[in-house]
């Protein structure tokens, strides 16, 4: 009996697409990685210090935009990045008639240690009727929503994962927020970010 294939961030995105014939184009962002805020800074007279740079907001290095068939053919040894840096795919998608959507979004990055079935619970209570999966990202995990959101949607989505504090870093969704969009990652690094975000078994969760 032959395993399972993985499969990967750039495949469970390109399977989202592929159920939504009325995308147009989607967006990719090179970036650099390193050692984020809160490693960096842990404690109450650290982070207190360097509130200045708690406000930097980081600016993409490259964007690339394809047509809706062009990411569908997309191969990972595509995605070519320099040292420290990785694609991330962002949430804003344009759809047929030049409008945008976004495709539901979340990176578990907790403040308090939080378990996989902590995570399953709350998505369970605030995503209902949504089709999702979720990926380990080597540290903590990513989240991906079947169903497309409206502006007002996505804000929505993202006010309702800040609610039970332990789950989400604010400042996640406070760089998203001032972005736009949200943001996850395709590729791996093998400093910072070693692992290529994988679809975790039994991670599909259908509600009814």
Do not use: C, H
């Given at each position: 009996m032959h395993a399972p294939l993985k499969r990967y961030s750039l495949d469970v995105i390109q399977e989202i697409i592929s159920l939504h014939p009325?995308?147009?184009s989607v967006q990719l962002i090179l970036h650099d990685v390193a050692l984020n805020w809160r490693?960096?800074?842990g404690t109450h007279e650290s982070i207190t210090s360097h509130f200045e740079e708690a406000l930097d907001q980081e600016v993409p290095l490259k964007i690339k935009h394809y047509l809706r068939n062009d990411f569908l053919q997309l191969q990972?040894?595509?995605l070519i990045a320099g040292e420290h840096q990785v694609w991330s795919f962002t949430s804003k998608?344009?759809?047929?008639?030049d409008t945008f959507r976004h495709i539901p979004m979340m990176n578990f990055h907790p403040l308090?240690?939080?378990?996989?079935?902590?995570i399953i619970g709350f998505i369970e209570l605030s995503e209902p009727s949504t089709k999702g999966a979720i990926l380990s990202s080597g540290r903590y995990f990513h989240y991906y929503g079947y169903t497309l959101l409206s502006e007002d949607?996505?804000?929505?989505?993202?006010?309702?994962f800040l609610m039970p504090v332990i789950l989400v870093s604010p400042r996640y969704i406070g760089h998203?927020?001032?972005?736009?969009?949200?943001?996850?990652?395709?590729?791996s690094d093998t400093t910072f970010k070693p692992k290529v975000p994988?679809?975790?078994d039994k991670s599909y969760i259908f509600y009814q």
């Open positions: 009325e995308i147009k490693q960096k800074y990972p040894e595509d998608v344009t759809m047929a008639d308090q240690e939080a378990t996989l079935e902590d949607e996505w804000l929505q989505f993202n006010a309702r998203r927020l001032r972005d736009g969009y949200s943001t996850l990652r395709l590729t994988e679809l975790i």
